[in-house]
């Protein structure tokens, strides 16, 4: 009930009375009453006059299950939350829960990550108020080959929503790192469980700096957060976390009509700050120099060099600017 008051106060125009509370949730006023005082003890200020009602002020830094579904406005993401003060990952919860049958959209988050996974095995512990760690699970009917194009799918709804909710513009390094004034603030790992022509599910992991205040030396010239990148100002992380999840539904049931990034690649071209810049593709065989011109339909990045074009798979190399980290 009290997902629901939330999203009543967030929705109304001026106050809500507590009769109207009562008639819509079949309740006595008595329930009502303490469903508004935990809210008040969560540190939601909510303002109650009498023959008004009440009226909800400002909503607390909070990452709870209430509070992110009481913000989503999606048909089948994230409508099953669960939230956890600290966790070791939320990949290996998600995966945990695809496996005892909980639905396509389920979505795990942690306010902080003990051991926390990213590329190639690295992990990391992530400190509680200062970031969003999340992971949706989906079990999309796709062929096994196309799923590392979701990666891509995601970065591109991150970056829509870190730009939507705080005004700073979000870019895409290919493929899937997010950066805000040529900064690594996002990444991304997915995973997949799957036969050999069938997905069994796949879990998509996103690691956003929000309030992170410092970052070690060695990483400080191309890490950071988006409060500092937007001065010091504080964000609602529940409200990125509820775009995010909006945008990745709605580009993710594109993908799906194709199997492929065709009706997405114009938009992920505009957000990619690779493009048409010098890049080296670090090919275990051979790196390479050349201009990044944008991506395939595939999710590949097209790569021009002075001799021909190459396409470079996601996953298989890594691509760093010649003259800085984008």
Known sequence: MKEEI?????????????????????????????????????????????NKGYRLMAAPDLMTEAEIKSLMHTDWVAKEVLYFDTIDSTNIKAQELAEKGY???????????????????????????TGIFMTLMIKPDINPNNASMLTLVAALAVAKAIT?????????????DIVVNGKKVCGILTEMNAQFDYINHIVVGIGINVHNESFPEEISQMASSLMIEAGGKRFHRAQIIAETMSY???????????????????????LLVNRNKSVRVL??????????????PKGELIVDTWESRKL???????????????
């Open 6 to 50: 939330l999203r009543l106060l967030r929705s109304a125009d001026g106050y809500i009375s507590g009769q109207e509370l009562c008639n819509r949730f079949r309740v006595s006023r008595t329930a009502v009453w303490k469903a508004i005082n935990q809210l008040k003890e969560a540190g939601y200020e909510i303002e109650a006059q009498q």
């Open 103 to 129: 639905p396509s959209g389920t979505l795990v988050v942690a306010d902080k990550q003990e051991s926390g996974k990213g590329r190639r095995g690295r992990s990391w512990v992530s400190p509680s108020g």
């Open 164 to 176: 939507s909710v705080t005004g700073e513009e979000a870019l895409i390094k290919w493929p899937n």
């Open 248 to 270: 990745f539904e709605q580009y993710y049931d594109t993908f799906l009509k194709t199997q492929d990034l065709s009706a997405l690649v114009r938009e992920y071209d505009e």
């Open 283 to 296: 090919d275990p065989k051979e790196p390479f120099d050349g201009k990044a011109m944008g991506i395939t």
């Open 312 to 326: 470079v798979s996601s996953g298989e190399v890594s691509v760093r600017g010649i003259y800085g980290y984008v």
